[in-house]
């Protein structure tokens, strides 16, 4: 079971898309959980989320959990699969339950009540993508296989 959540392969291509998406989640995470770049932090980020967001405190944290560490996970490409499920989840409840309701465009100009879920379609994409194929390589992961299978590895015998 944990090496199909870690098998990947060399590509460097993935590695590209996983860091820059584990980047941008990990800055947000940042934000929520240590009030980093002009967040909130974690208490003020759940007293949102629980007050006039009405959303459970267990599921506050998990979507504060989600773009921190899933942030983290993608940036060193560890459980990969894992960190691109918290965060596609935490993208799939932001359409159903505020993103929806402004359609489907970003609020570029200012125009619109709210934004839409254009983005969260993007990382959608991105994290099954990233499910599907793993970290790529120079990922935590890759490392964690390779090393497995190295050391469960027979030694070879002269014959």
Known sequence: MLRKLLVTDENTATVILRFVLGAVFFAHGSQKMLGWFGGYGFSGTMAYFTGPAHIPAVFAFLAIAAEFFGGMGLMFGFLTR???FGISVNMLVAIATV???AGFFMNWT????????EYHL???????FLMIRGGGAFSLDRAITRSRIAST?????AT
């Not at 590895?153 to 015998?157: K, S």
Request: hydrophobic letters at 50%; charged letters at 15%; aromatic letters at 4%.
């Open 153 to 157: 590895a027979e030694p070879l015998r």
């Open 110 to 117: 200012g125009t619109q009540k709210g934004e839409g879920f």
């Open 99 to 101: 993103h929806s309701a």
């Open 82 to 84: 894992i960190a691109a």
């Open 122 to 128: 993007l990382v959608l994409a991105m994290t099954a």
